[in-house]
């Protein structure tokens, strides 16, 4: 079975701070990987997907994952944090088909200092 | 916005009482999921339709149970609520399978009192 673990639930970094958010998964096979980003009260917006080929994958609001399979790890990585960027987020690991789900960590809340 | 639309945005209802949530995928997506969000369970997967077809199913009680019409809207029924049935309901829609990217719509709050 799929999971995804998140060891860190609740971050603070200062504005203008790098940022590294981790993320370790356990699949089978090929994994697909995600990070989505919940604002309170808001829906889950994806910032970045990672399928095959490059292993660094950029997404947007300047984030930026690395998949690193020896790891078994997807962190997710911003080199500076604003701080609209205040919220919770997911890594989440899907699997190939038409029988597909998402599979979520516990989510990580980052606090941004201003 | 996401595309993913969910009707209604709040519930709030009694224990023993039955809902209906509702959800519209993006134009074009074919596959719907639904998830729920609670504070003890995290995010959770329910249940996928693909074309009007059950295809996969994850942890939904047997109270719970969903379909999706032919013009590819999915509704989620929920009967029998109990104080535990509180949480956020997440619907998302993709074109085909996890090789596509699930919207998610801004959820339904059902709240059971």
């Known amino acids: 079975a799929q999971s995804v673990t998140q060891p860190d639930i609740h971050i603070t970094v200062s504005e203008g701070a790098s940022l590294e958010l981790r993320c370790n998964y356990s699949?089978?096979?090929?994994?697909?990987l995600f990070w989505y980003v919940q604002s309170p009260g808001q829906g889950l917006q994806l910032l970045l997907k990672?399928?095959?080929?490059?292993?660094l994958v950029q997404g947007i609001k300047g984030f930026e994952a690395e998949f690193k399979r020896s790891q078994s790890s997807f962190n997710l990585r911003k080199p500076s944090v604003h701080w609209s960027d205040a919220a919770e987020y997911f890594c989440?690991?899907?699997?190939?088909?038409?029988?597909?789900?998402?599979?979520f960590g516990t989510g990580t809340r980052l606090q941004v200092t201003l | 916005d996401s595309g993913v639309t969910q009707t209604p945005k709040h519930l709030i209802t009694a224990t023993g009482q039955r809902v209906t949530l509702r959800c519209s995928p993006r134009?074009?997506?074919?596959?719907v999921y639904w998830y729920q969000q609670s504070l003890d369970q995290g995010l959770q997967f329910l249940i996928q339709?693909?074309?009007?077809?059950?295809?996969a199913k994850g942890n939904i009680l047997e109270r719970f149970s969903a379909q999706q019409f032919p013009d590819l809207h999915s509704e989620l029924n929920l009967s029998s609520l109990e104080l535990g049935d509180s949480a956020l309901y997440f619907c998302?829609?993709?074109?085909?399978?996890?090789?596509?990217?699930?919207?998610f719509g801004p959820g339904t709050r059902l709240t059971v009192l």
């Open positions: 998302a829609s993709s074109v085909w399978s996890a090789a596509d990217t699930q919207y």
């Open positions: 699949y089978g096979a090929t994994p697909y």
């Open positions: 990672y399928f095959s080929g490059d292993t």
């Open positions: 989440a690991v899907g699997a190939a088909g038409t029988a597909s789900k998402l599979t």
């Open positions: 134009s074009g997506d074919l596959s």
């Open positions: 339709y693909y074309n009007g077809e059950e295809r």
